[in-house]
């Protein structure tokens, strides 16, 4: 069976704080996906990464997927009260079974 | 464009009955997944659908059941529910399998 682990699992906050968020695994993923999500609402795709080594910014999101394709990172910077949420990936795994695998997520609460 | 919609939003039952969930994808996508969303687990897969077919299958009991029509709007069936079926149940679209998925708000679901 393959585990996302998230850590932490909560996070709080106070406004214009940096903090990263992270993914581990003992598996191999073909791709990672970082979703967020707001209560009452399904999760919103903020990126995914595919290479191993690879950093994708999304203003002041920065995403990072291992070498390996076993764990990633979620840094923010300069959080804002709008950031918060349920932040959640999801490791595609492939070879007969292809599903998202989800981790359990981190919930980040930014104080203003 | 509209979202993917899922009816009802809210739904109570008491133990031992069954329940019917629906999910509409977006216009032109033919790929449904379903998952089971409570504190505890996470995020778990369900089933996905493409083509009215079933791809694949999460580990969860044979009451879990789910069927996709034509107009690739899915269904998914819960039957003798159990207090611990109290979820929020999500619904996902995407052009193909494997492809980015986009959520639904969810259906909510108190099994008293």
Request: hydrophobic share 30%.
């Amino acid at each position: 069976t393959q585990l996302l682990e998230q850590s932490p699992q909560f996070l709080s906050i106070q406004e214009g704080e940096n903090l990263t968020v992270y993914c581990n695994s003992s598996s191999v993923f073909s791709s990672l996906q970082w979703y967020r999500q707001e209560p009452g609402e399904g999760p919103v795709l903020l990126v995914t990464v595919v290479t191993g080594g690879e950093v994708k910014k999304l203003k002041r999101l920065t995403f990072q997927f291992g070498d390996a394709r076993k764990d990633s990172s979620l840094h923010i910077t300069a959080a804002q009260p709008g950031d918060t949420g349920l932040y959640l990936c999801a490791g595609g795994t492939q070879g007969g079974s292809e599903k998202l695998v989800f981790g359990k997520g981190t919930k980040l609460t930014v104080n203003p | 464009k509209a979202g993917v919609t899922q009816t009802p939003r809210y739904l109570i039952k008491t133990r031992g009955q069954q329940v019917t969930l629906s999910c509409s994808p977006i216009s032109g996508h033919r790929s449904v997944s379903w998952y089971q969303q409570t504190p505890g687990q996470g995020l778990q897969f369900l089933f996905e659908y493409f083509s009215e077919t079933q791809r694949n299958k999460g580990n969860f009991p044979g009451r879990f059941s789910g069927r996709q029509f034509s107009n690739s709007r899915s269904e998914m069936n819960v039957s003798t529910l159990e207090l611990g079926d109290s979820a929020l149940y999500l619904c996902a679209s995407s052009l193909f399998p494997l492809e980015t998925q986009y959520f639904g708000p969810g259906t909510r679901l108190l099994v008293l």
